[in-house]
């Protein structure tokens, strides 16, 4: 059983459009990452987040953690074929260990 | 940058094989772990490590074994391959005291046990 759910499983949009993946739980977490991961290659860390409600850009990736912090969303705006790939929650609690949602698979067509 | 690399890319075995895995990083992390991924499934931890010579089960630690002797070096052993264990490894580490617990992934080892 997944501590993370992550919606939708696949994504599969136009170049130009915009998109969101949402992660989900009833857990709450000390922090929670965003990684993206090619075919073939290991996940790459994209943003961690802390505080409850914060809100971080990087380029035209938005990833915001809610109040409760027990779920977040990543938005890409204007998506790009380079950002196609398979985007991973993942939520810390008081240790070590990372608790990884199923992964979004989102595909851009050019 | 923190580098974490895997000893091998793709790796093919015969069922009942024993399997090494190894993983190596360079940025002085304490912690290191074995993820194993599956579709639909996501990244499953199998076995983490807090320091040299410790280490503790994940969820998943049934048919693995592990071995750290060295801070840098963290081995994932099949005692005997079965095509269950048939996936993609994941090696990642993270430095000791983050409160952000942020890791970082060598590039996977795809083994198929045939």
């Known amino acids: 059983t997944q501590l993370l759910e992550q919606s939708p499983q696949f994504l599969s949009i136009q170049e130009g459009e915009n998109l969101t993946v949402y992660c989900n739980s009833s857990?709450?977490?000390?922090?929670l990452q965003w990684y993206r991961q090619e075919p073939g290659e290991g996940p790459v860390l994209l943003v961690t987040?802390?505080?409850?409600?914060e809100v971080k850009k990087l380029k035209r990736l938005t990833f915001q953690f809610g109040d409760a912090r027990k779920d977040s969303s990543l938005h890409i705006t204007a998506a790009q074929p380079g950002d196609t790939g398979l985007y991973l929650c993942?939520?810390?609690?008081?240790?070590?260990?990372?608790?990884f949602g199923a992964g979004t698979t989102v595909t851009v067509r050019a | 940058d923190v580098k974490v690399t895997q000893s091998s890319r793709y790796l093919v075995k015969r069922t009942g094989e024993k399997v090494f895995l190894e993983c190596v990083q360079d940025?002085?992390?304490?912690?290191m772990f074995w993820y194993r991924q599956d579709p639909g499934l996501g990244l499953r931890l199998i076995y983490f490590?807090?320091?040299?010579?410790?280490?503790e089960k994940g969820d998943i630690p049934e048919g693995y074994s592990v071995s750290r002797e060295k801070k840098e070096r963290f081995s994932l052993i099949l005692e005997s391959a079965s095509t269950n264990q048939t996936s993609m490894y994941l090696c990642?580490?993270?430095?000791?005291?983050?409160?952000?617990?942020?890791?970082?992934f060598g590039p996977g080892t795809r083994l198929t046990v045939t």
């Open positions: 993942a939520g810390a609690s008081n240790d070590y260990k990372l608790s």
């Open positions: 857990s709450v977490f000390s922090s």
């Open positions: 987040v802390v505080t409850g409600g």
């Open positions: 940025m002085d992390h304490e912690n």
């Open positions: 490590s807090y320091d040299v010579k410790m280490k």
């Open positions: 990642a580490s993270c430095k000791g005291g983050s409160a952000s617990y942020e890791q970082y």
